[in-house]
């Protein structure tokens, strides 16, 4: 059974950084893509940042593009995702996720969020 568990959320005031983890058990990271996304209140849920198997290709959303960083670490089988330069805007619950297989995230296995909340 695949289980994805994510933490590091929390309050952080605008311009601070967080690292958020998402530990995963039944699967192992290297051999799958993994990615984050967000929901915030009223939203629709939106992709934040992936990672390809090999670790070679990441992708992120232009909202977040050169403040947040997703790494991979396969030894302890956990995707991390670093936050930096937060805005309010960045509020929302965050969720890893990964696919059954290929890209498609929807029907892939997905955790249970972690909250992050910045503060102006």
């Known amino acids: 059974q695949v289980q994805l568990v994510e933490s590091g959320g929390g309050l952080v005031q605008a311009g601070g950084s967080l690292r958020l983890s998402c530990a995963v058990s039944?699967?192992?990271?290297?051999?799958?893509?993994m990615g984050w996304f967000r929901q915030a209140p009223g939203k629709e849920r939106e992709f934040v940042a992936g990672?390809?198997?090999?670790?070679?290709?990441?992708n992120y959303a232009d909202s977040v593009l050169g403040r947040f960083t997703i790494s991979r670490d396969n030894a302890e089988n956990t995707v991390y995702l670093q936050m930096n330069s937060l805005k309010p805007e960045d509020t929302a619950v965050y969720y890893c996720?990964?696919?059954?297989?290929?890209?498609?995230?929807?029907?892939?296995?997905w955790g249970q969020g972690t909250q992050v909340t910045v503060s102006s």
């Open positions: 039944g699967r192992t990271v290297s051999r799958y893509r």
């Open positions: 990672i390809s198997w090999s670790g070679g290709n990441t």
């Open positions: 996720a990964t696919p059954l297989g290929g890209s498609d995230y929807a029907s892939g296995y």
